[in-house]
């Protein structure tokens, strides 16, 4: 681990002798309210969210973290040193139940650029330190080390990917969803078995869905990743139940609108959002652009809130010719005009586009057969023909899609016409392993070889546990594949499975 990993873990160790207030002593009796940590996100050149949620009981039946009914003051101080000598900014806020004791401050007035660290206070207790740091000024191509991650089922395993992404001190973090799942225990059993066991019951109430939220926050790496570097968040399905779409619910448990407003608000209070995602019935917006000066716009899409249900009762499917109907979308109306005009309005180096399932055709069947994932684009083949058609028309000069959801790894080119290998390079695609779910993972040539063979604009797949790493300049962007070889105990080290150059204007991958 590295000097801030370590700090943000500790949290108490080195925090200097400047007091927040005249409250109480750290040492102050009760529980420690900061047991879910700290974390930050949505970067701007001139400040950055700030989050926590107190619970002195993570895991209380109530979903108030033991917490109580009453309202609480937190004060919070952002520094430009780890030991808050050089403080900037500083403030208050008051949380109780009805925000699940969440607090969210968009903490401004900062330079760009800048590196900042943050902790929180609250009855007499300090929370673990965060780092954390604004995005570059308009205009700025300063370089860009981010990490991407998804995917990340408790039971399955554990979170050492979290760890060793925060062990890398990026810039950002992006994840791209599932970052909790809804099932009750046992019910979705991972390749070395349960590995611990989630809260009781399948999700229902909003008490359900904020204790999983804190049973997934109690995990130290997950914490470590989150006070490293600030984050970039959008969900995909299992953050309210497997395979949702829309309106339409992924199972045949009655009550979905219900459990739709419960996860929505409960995902918000968790993450570290700003108030204009804040939900609204069972309506959230996640979709969303945030700028890295001019070296980089990262467009944040949502892919499950406004898409048609999956064609053909869903899965993989030979001869589903519903998917191709030019009235399905994946994205709606108006995030894919939202899409277009950011694509052409973005000036940017590099676009990415940070969004959840696979975007490349990606055929599973040898030989003329076509087998197919009605879940993924492949699923919504006209909405993927309209992105691809504006992604050309903006003249966007380095798109990237970023993608999770698929538990294996890919680094694939993305072509106007997937039956035409010398059609046209749209951009690239890259996808990350799941940080947990699924278990310890694999590599299985046989069946890589098959899919590479069968999809040649696929240069790469591996089933292994991981992380996506990219280092981003106004020349390249490099791409490294993190892979773990197991999860089902701690500690596991990571190595790069396979790294991958994208150079300016070039759309194509080059190992």
Same mark, same amino acid.
């Given at each position: 681990?590295?000097?801030?990993?370590?700090?943000?873990?500790?949290?108490?160790?080195?925090?200097?002798?400047?007091?927040?207030?005249?409250?109480?002593?750290?040492?102050?009796?009760?529980?420690?309210?900061?047991?879910?940590?700290?974390?930050?996100?949505?970067?701007?050149?001139?400040?950055?969210?700030?989050?926590?949620?107190?619970?002195?009981?993570?895991?209380?039946?109530?979903?108030?973290?033991?917490?109580?009914?009453?309202?609480?003051?937190?004060?919070?101080?952002?520094?430009?040193d780890?030991?808050?000598?050089?403080i900037?900014?500083?403030?208050?806020?008051?949380?109780?139940p009805?925000?699940?004791?969440?607090?969210?401050?968009?903490?401004?007035?900062?330079?760009?650029?800048?590196?900042?660290?943050?902790?929180?206070?609250?009855?007499?207790?300090?929370?673990?330190?965060?780092?954390?740091?604004?995005?570059?000024?308009?205009?700025?191509m300063?370089?860009?080390?981010?990490a991407?991650?998804?995917?990340?089922?408790?039971?399955?395993?554990?979170?050492t990917?979290?760890?060793?992404?925060?062990?890398?001190?990026?810039?950002?973090?992006?994840?791209?969803?599932?970052?909790?799942?809804?099932?009750?225990?046992?019910?979705?059993?991972?390749?070395?078995?349960?590995?611990?066991?989630?809260?009781?019951?399948?999700?229902?109430?909003?008490?359900?869905?904020?204790?999983?939220?804190?049973?997934?926050?109690?995990?130290?790496?997950?914490?470590?990743?989150?006070?490293?570097?600030?984050?970039?968040?959008?969900?995909d399905?299992?953050?309210?139940?497997?395979?949702?779409?829309g309106?339409?619910?992924?199972?045949?448990?009655?009550?979905?609108?219900?459990?739709?407003?419960?996860?929505?608000?409960?995902?918000y209070?968790?993450?570290?959002?700003?108030?204009?995602?804040?939900?609204?019935?069972?309506?959230?917006?996640?979709?969303?652009?945030?700028?890295?000066?001019?070296?980089?716009?990262?467009?944040?899409?949502?892919?499950?809130?406004?898409?048609?249900?999956?064609?053909c009762?869903?899965?993989?499917?030979?001869?589903?010719?519903?998917?191709?109907?030019?009235?399905?979308?994946?994205t709606?109306?108006?995030?894919?005009?939202?899409?277009?005009?950011?694509?052409?309005?973005?000036?940017?180096?590099w676009?990415?586009?940070?969004?959840?399932?696979?975007l490349?055709?990606?055929?599973?069947?040898?030989?003329?057969?076509?087998?197919?994932?009605?879940?993924a684009?492949?699923?919504?083949?006209?909405?993927? =023909?309209? %992105?691809?058609?504006?992604?050309?028309? /903006?003249? $966007? @000069?380095?798109? #990237?899609? +970023?993608? &999770?959801?698929?538990?294996?790894?890919?680094?694939? =080119?993305? %072509?106007?016409?997937?039956?035409?290998? /010398?059609? $046209? @390079?749209?951009? #690239?695609? +890259?996808? &990350?392993?799941?940080?947990?779910?699924?278990?310890?993972?694999?590599?299985?040539?046989a069946?890589?070889?098959?899919?590479?063979?069968?999809?040649?604009?696929?240069?790469?797949?591996?089933?292994?546990?991981?992380?996506?790493?990219?280092?981003?300049s106004?020349?390249?962007?490099?791409?490294?594949?993190?892979?773990?070889?197991?999860?089902?105990?701690?500690?596991?080290?990571?190595?790069?499975?396979?790294?991958?150059?994208?150079?300016?204007?070039?759309?194509?991958?080059?190992?």
């Amino acid at each position: 681990m590295t000097r801030r990993t370590v700090l943000s873990s500790a949290g108490l160790a080195a925090l200097g002798a400047v007091p927040l207030t005249s409250a109480p002593s750290v040492h102050a009796a009760g529980r420690d309210p900061f047991r879910l940590g700290v974390a930050s996100g949505e970067p701007a050149p001139d400040g950055v969210v700030l989050w926590t949620r107190l619970a002195e009981r993570p895991l209380a039946e109530d979903g108030f973290g033991g917490m109580g009914r009453g309202s609480v003051r937190v004060e919070w101080q952002i520094a430009e040193d780890e030991r808050f000598r050089r403080i900037v900014r500083r403030g208050s806020v008051t949380t109780g139940p009805s925000a699940g004791f969440a607090v969210h401050v968009e903490a401004a007035g900062l330079r760009p650029g800048g590196e900042y660290f943050y902790r929180f206070r609250a009855r007499g207790h300090l929370s673990p330190v965060g780092r954390t740091r604004t995005a570059p000024a308009p205009g700025s191509m300063s370089p860009l080390v981010f990490a991407s991650a998804s995917c990340a089922h408790y039971e399955h395993g554990y979170f050492t990917a979290y760890r060793r992404i925060a062990g890398h001190d990026p810039d950002l973090v992006i994840h791209l969803g599932d970052y909790m799942y809804e099932y009750a225990p046992g019910d979705y059993v991972g390749a070395n078995g349960i590995v611990r066991e989630h809260t009781p019951g399948k999700l229902q109430s909003l008490a359900d869905y904020r204790r999983r939220h804190a049973q997934y926050k109690s995990d130290p790496d997950l914490r470590a990743a989150h006070a490293a570097a600030p984050w970039a968040v959008v969900w995909d399905d299992h953050e309210l139940e497997d395979n949702w779409a829309g309106k339409t619910p992924g199972s045949k448990v009655p009550g979905f609108s219900a459990r739709k407003r419960n996860a929505m608000r409960a995902y918000y209070e968790n993450m570290p959002l700003r108030r204009s995602s804040l939900p609204s019935g069972t309506k959230i917006r996640l979709y969303r652009r945030l700028r890295w000066g001019s070296l980089a716009t990262i467009h944040l899409l949502d892919t499950r809130q406004y898409r048609s249900d999956q064609a053909c009762d869903d899965w993989l499917r030979t001869d589903c010719t519903a998917r191709a109907a030019t009235g399905r979308t994946l994205t709606g109306a108006a995030q894919m005009r939202w899409l277009s005009d950011g694509l052409r309005g973005s000036g940017a180096r590099w676009d990415l586009l940070a969004q959840q399932i696979f975007l490349a055709q990606r055929d599973f069947a040898l030989g003329p057969a076509r087998e197919l994932s009605m879940d993924a684009w492949d699923g919504y083949t006209a909405d993927r =023909d309209r %992105l691809f058609a504006a992604i050309q028309a /903006s003249g $966007a @000069r380095n798109p #990237v899609a +970023l993608t &999770g959801d698929v538990h294996t790894a890919y680094a694939a =080119d993305l %072509l106007r016409d997937f039956d035409d290998p /010398s059609s $046209a @390079r749209i951009g #690239v695609e +890259l996808v &990350g392993s799941s940080i947990a779910s699924d278990g310890d993972g694999y590599d299985d040539k046989a069946a890589n070889a098959a899919i590479l063979a069968e999809n040649p604009h696929i240069a790469f797949t591996d089933q292994r546990r991981g992380f996506l790493l990219a280092r981003t300049s106004p020349d390249a962007l490099v791409a490294e594949f993190h892979s773990l070889p197991y999860i089902s105990r701690k500690g596991a080290a990571a190595k790069v499975a396979a790294r991958y150059t994208v150079h300016d204007g070039a759309r194509t991958l080059s190992g």
